[in-house]
């Protein structure tokens, strides 16, 4: 089975904190994906990884950067928490094989406050 | 960009009876089309997927749809339970926004479904 994990399920942080949020899959897939879900806004996407380094915008990059150093690893980062960014959010990753390319694969979610 | 409605927010039937949720969409066609589950607090699951090309897909008491025409998707559940309750969620290929690979998915707001015993 594909695992997904994410490194907190929740955190409270300061307005102002830089903020890590850590995901790691175990099945090799070449995709990762940060979202952030919101009551009445559903998924959003945040930013994308298509290969280590690699790294694409998604609709609501503001405020947030990322890091990919290794194929299992996306880092969201918050580099300035404020408190709009209070939020569940969600990695996803996906293989890039021919057939089971489309389907996503998430992790528990971290449900972040910031205060 | 694509646009997506699913029909109502949320939805509660009888247990037993045979739930229908609704995705609809604008603008483009996408290649394919996916349902997820989502339970209160835990990331989505992906459920079925069908592709532009097929009409109907099957998975033990799951049925979804796709008529091009319309521009809409319905996802059955049979039989339902209680332990179907949960959100249900649409999601769709970005098309032709999409970067080479990226295999981007854009997602409905959900349908809440409440199973009633």
């Known amino acids: 089975d594909v695992k997904v994990t994410q490194s907190s399920r929740y955190l409270v942080k300061r307005t102002g904190e830089k903020v890590f949020l850590e995901c790691v899959q175990d099945?090799?897939?070449?995709?990762m994906f940060w979202y952030r879900q919101d009551p009445g806004l559903g998924l959003r996407l945040i930013y994308f990884?298509?290969?280590?380094?690699?790294?694409e915008k998604g609709d609501i990059p503001e405020g947030y950067s990322v890091s990919r150093e290794k194929k299992e690893r996306f880092s969201l980062i918050l580099e300035s928490a404020s408190t709009n960014q209070t939020s569940m959010y969600l990695c996803?990753?996906?293989?890039?094989?021919?057939?089971?390319?489309?389907?996503?694969?998430f992790g528990p979610g971290t449900r972040l406050l910031v205060l | 960009s694509q646009k997506i409605e699913q029909n109502s927010e949320a939805l509660n039937i009888q247990e037993g009876k045979t739930a229908t949720l609704t995705c609809n969409y604008t603008?483009?066609?996408?290649?394919?089309l996916q349902w997820y589950r989502q339970d209160p607090g835990r990331g989505p699951v992906f459920l079925l997927l069908?592709?532009?090309?097929?009409k109907e897909k099957r998975k033990e008491r799951l049925k979804v749809t796709f008529d091009t025409t319309l521009k809409q998707s319905l996802f059955h559940i049979t039989a339902s339970q209680p332990a179907d309750s949960a959100t249900y969620l649409c999601?769709?290929?970005?098309?032709?926004?999409?970067?080479?690979?990226?295999?981007?998915?854009?997602f409905g707001k959900g349908t809440k479904l409440s199973v009633i015993p």
């Open positions: 069908i592709r532009e090309n097929e």
């Open positions: 999601a769709l290929d970005i098309g032709p926004y999409s970067g080479a690979g990226s295999y981007q998915l854009t």
């Open positions: 603008n483009y066609s996408p290649a394919y």
């Open positions: 996803a990753s996906s293989d890039v094989r021919t057939g089971v390319e489309e389907t996503q694969y």
């Open positions: 099945m090799d897939h070449e995709n």
């Open positions: 990884s298509y290969d280590v380094k690699m790294k």
